[in-house]
């Protein structure tokens, strides 16, 4: 899997977009990249993932560079709960090739949301 | 609701006393792993079982046991836990017809004296 460079520590005022990025130069074209997240010491929390096309759900929009070397991922309106490490990670479709499931995680970016 | 869950969620033992810590999800998948997160070192895999009866080895299974006898459930077996098994262990799951979005439980906090 491709490795994955985030900055360590990012502040965001409640009510503005949490743009937060992620430098994945080495990533190969079956490989997407995935979002998780984890707040406080809970059990980590899927957000988004995409492959070459900007993707949005309910939680964030993902924007990948035309290269794909690099994304953002984007919380439009952060609120104090988003607060939390986020993780990019990359990785082939999982496709039941055993360890293949294992994902591995980086230090990811403290996002820390302020009133 | 989809869930992972977890059995207990904080636990106190003494070296040498073996427990089980208990895992099960309500979605059908049939890939579940154990992870655990130490301070510096991020979450790492254990074990994993791609289904019943199929269990493999992670990054770091010394010391631990799994078993995959029902769908559901995936448990971790410390048969003689040892103070550097002090960490906080993640149980997930996902299946084989998504994209590959793991599910994570709550999170056991394991303390060994």
């Known amino acids: 899997d491709a490795k994955t460079t985030q900055p360590t520590s990012m502040d965001c005022a409640e009510g503005r977009a949490a743009n937060l990025p992620c430098n994945h130069s080495?990533?190969?074209?079956?490989?997407?990249v995935y979002w998780y997240r984890q707040i406080h010491s809970q059990g980590p929390q899927y957000i988004i993932h995409g492959l070459k096309n900007n993707e949005t759900n309910e939680m964030a929009s993902l924007i990948i560079t035309e290269d794909r070397k690099s994304s953002t991922l984007i919380l439009p309106h952060a609120t104090l709960r988003d607060t939390a490490v986020y993780y990019c990670i990359v990785r082939s479709l999982f496709n039941y090739g055993g360890s293949q499931g294992n994902l591995i995680f980086g230090k990811g970016t403290k996002l820390s949301v302020k009133p | 609701e989809a869930q992972v869950t977890q059995n207990p969620r904080y636990l106190i033992t003494v070296t040498g006393k073996k427990l089980t810590v208990t895992c099960s999800q309500n979605m059908n998948h049939e890939y579940m792993s154990w992870y655990r997160q130490d301070p510096g070192l991020g979450l790492r895999q254990i074990y994993y079982s791609m289904n019943v009866e199929v269990t493999d080895k992670g990054d770091v299974p010394e010391g631990y046991k799994v078993s995959r006898k029902e769908k559901r459930n995936f448990p971790l077996i410390l048969e003689s836990p040892s103070p550097n098994q002090t960490s906080l262990y993640f149980c997930?799951?996902?299946?084989?017809?998504?994209?590959?979005?793991?599910?994570f439980g709550p999170g056991t906090r394991l303390t060994v004296t």
């Open positions: 997930a799951s996902t299946s084989r017809r998504g994209v590959g979005e793991q599910y």
């Open positions: 080495t990533i190969s074209g079956n490989e997407y």
